[in-house]
Nanobody, 123 residues
Framework: QVQLVESGGGLVQAGGSLRLSCTASTRAFSAYTMGWFRQAPGKEREFVAAITGSGGWTYYADSVKGRFTISRDNAKSTVILEMNSLKVEDTAVYYC????????????????WGQGTQATVSS
């Protein structure tokens, strides 16, 4: 069982930045594709970004491309989501997730999930 713990959410004005972090409780961290998903009130959980185990490939939702950056530090079992030029519509609970196999952009590919961290963008 892998435990994922997110941190770094908060309240920021539109145009500002937040940095989300997720730490995993596994020594096999580099074997996992890591993803970030988000869920706004009344909406389904949606894909935001993902990074393969080696960090060689990254994927982004069109809505965040050019504004968000995903990265990882396998030595620290940590994945980071840098969020810049934030918009009100980025307000959501952000979840970190880990996957061994499957399409990195699909929720069903992920086996482990964190508890989520709230990011709120005010106008």
């Amino acid at each position: 069982q892998v435990q994922l713990v997110e941190s770094g959410g908060g309240l920021v004005q539109a145009g500002g930045s937040l940095r989300l972090s997720c730490t995993a409780s596994t020594r096999a961290f580099s074997a996992y594709t890591m993803g970030w998903f988000r869920q706004a009130p009344g909406k389904e959980r949606e894909f935001v970004a993902a990074i393969t185990g080696s960090g060689g490939w990254t994927y982004y939702a069109d809505s965040v491309k050019g504004r968000f950056t995903i990265s990882r530090d396998n030595a620290k079992s940590t994945v980071i989501l840098e969020m810049n030029s934030l918009k009100v519509e980025d307000t959501a609970v952000y979840y970190c997730a880990g996957s061994r196999y499957g399409d990195a952009r699909r929720r069903s590919s992920y086996d482990y999930w964190g508890q989520g961290t709230q990011a709120t963008v005010s106008s």
